[in-house]
């Protein structure tokens, strides 16, 4: 299989503070992992590509200092949203490719965001 | 620039009624186009991939299908449990190996039993 897993599911956090969201591949290896953001009744919006030991690589319009990631492993990449706030409230959702696949992606199942 | 457009935007069918989804692209040299599933709350489940005009997929009661411009996605004697968001993207070949999908808004299907 592909599984890829998100944690936390969902978080609730105030205003200001930062929040980490983990995305692992379980039984594969991930050379590139991306993290998308979905609002309510809308499309993934891909955010950020990052690739295993080096810097991630960002969408135009996403705050590369706001969204903090790193992918410090084959099968470990993590989002830091710093200073939290309620507009950044969505669903945050990170998917990875096999090394030496088809190119096919393979989703978490998404962290739901709560900034208060 | 790449674009995918999904149509429609919802879908209500009975239960047994065959419909399908239309997904239209453009891209700079398709590399692959891509068909998940998404139930509420949850990250897209991986459905087809498609590569090549003509190309055909079938999983249980679903069928992909595809041209130079456009994808369909058919669905024959649905059941409620085929109610979801249906997502279609496509993979650019400048996008390299990188994975890059461009998603579409996806159609909501909604199969009433």
């Known amino acids: 299989g592909a599984v890829v897993s998100q944690h936390p599911s969902w978080v609730i956090c105030k205003s200001g503070t930062s929040v980490k969201i983990e995305c692992r591949s379980l039984?594969?290896?991930?050379?590139?992992m991306f993290w998308y953001r979905q609002f309510p009744k809308q499309s993934l919006m891909l955010m950020a590509t990052?690739?295993?030991?080096?810097?991630?690589?960002?969408e135009q319009g996403v705050e590369k200092d706001k969204f903090l990631i790193n992918h410090a492993s084959l099968t470990l990449s993590t989002l830091t949203v710093t200073s939290a706030h309620p507009e950044d409230s969505s669903f945050y959702i990170c998917?990875?490719?096999?090394?030496?696949?088809?190119?096919?992606?393979?989703f978490g199942e998404g962290s739901r965001l709560t900034v208060l | 620039e790449d674009q995918v457009t999904q149509s429609p935007e919802a879908l209500r069918l009975q239960e047994g009624e065959s419909s399908s989804l239309n997904c239209s692209y453009t891209?700079?040299?398709?590399?692959?186009l891509f068909w998940y599933r998404q139930d509420p709350g949850k990250g897209p489940e991986f459905l087809f991939t498609?590569?090549?005009a003509g190309e055909e997929k079938e999983k249980e009661r679903l069928k992909a299908t595809l041209t130079k411009k456009e994808s369909f996605l058919h669905i024959t004697a649905p059941k409620p449990e085929d109610s979801a968001t249906y997502l279609c993207?496509?993979?650019?070949?400048?996008?390299?190996?990188?994975?890059?999908?461009?998603f579409g808004q996806g159609t909501t299907l909604q199969v009433k039993p």
């Open positions: 990052s690739n295993e030991g080096s810097k991630a690589t960002y």
């Open positions: 039984d594969f290896q991930a050379t590139t």
């Open positions: 891209v700079s040299g398709l590399r692959g």
């Open positions: 498609l590569y090549s």
């Open positions: 993207a496509v993979q650019s070949r400048l996008s390299g190996n990188t994975g890059k999908l461009i």
């Open positions: 998917s990875a490719t096999k090394e030496g696949g088809t190119g096919e992606l393979f």
